[in-house]
């Protein structure tokens, strides 16, 4: 069954800080990935995703994300992280073989000016 | 953004009577899904359909049925709605070749009282 793990409910930066939110996945086969943001009261933004090819993805807003195998890993990073990225981030994964997108439980960023 | 439209975007009503939430796309995507988010349990996917009169159960389907007699409406009714269904619904559609992630409504906030 598909599954997505988020350990870190709320997290909290320093603005200019540089940030890694985890994301944990169980699935049978290579698996498609994706990062989603969503700010208060808002739909979700496709941040950036993963299918095939390089591991390591850009995104928009200057995120990327490295897919690790061996890890069941697809972490998100920013090098340094500005107010506006404070927001609820979520992983998900979708299964080609059960066209269903299952979604990690979120992690609510806090940014500190 | 993906023409996607959730309606109504806000709901209040009563233990016991029924709900119909719609969504509408201009997109012409296969698939479509519903998920309710709450806090603590992120998205968790309600039903989902992979084609006109085509759909399946998620993992709280429990209250909720579907419809899709075309394209682009997928409606969701609650039976018979009861305060533990008062959440943010959200649609969400995805093509069925080239792209692969989900494109997201605004969402409905419903309330039963």
């Known amino acids: 069954a598909q599954s997505v793990t988020q350990p870190d409910i709320h997290i909290t930066v320093s603005e200019g800080a540089s940030l890694e939110l985890r994301c944990n996945y169980s699935y049978g086969a290579t698996p498609y990935l994706f990062w989603y943001v969503q700010s208060p009261g808002q739909g979700l933004q496709l941040l950036l995703k993963y299918f095939s090819g390089d591991t390591l993805v850009q995104g928009i807003k200057g995120f990327e994300a490295e897919f690790k195998r061996s890890q069941s890993s697809f972490n998100l990073r920013k090098p340094s992280v500005h107010w506006s990225d404070a927001a609820e981030y979520f992983c998900?994964?979708?299964?080609?073989?059960?066209?269903?997108?299952?979604f990690g439980t979120g992690t609510r960023l806090k940014v500190l000016a | 953004d993906a023409g996607i439209t959730q309606s109504p975007r806000h709901k209040v009503t009563e233990t016991g009577t029924p709900v119909t939430l719609r969504c509408h796309q201009t997109e012409n995507h296969r698939y479509m899904y519903w998920y309710r988010q709450d806090p603590g349990h992120g998205l968790r996917l309600i039903h989902y359909s992979y084609g006109v009169k085509d759909t399946d159960k998620g993992e709280v389907s429990d209250g909720y049925s579907v419809s899709r007699s075309k394209t682009e409406d997928f409606l969701l009714t609650l039976e018979s709605a009861t305060s533990s269904q008062t959440s943010v619904y959200f649609c969400?559609?995805?093509?069925?070749?080239?792209?692969?992630?989900?494109?997201f409504g605004q969402g409905t906030r419903l309330t039963v009282v």
């Open positions: 969400a559609i995805r093509g069925d070749r080239g792209s692969t992630e989900a494109f």
């Open positions: 998900a994964v979708w299964g080609s073989g059960t066209y269903k997108y299952i």
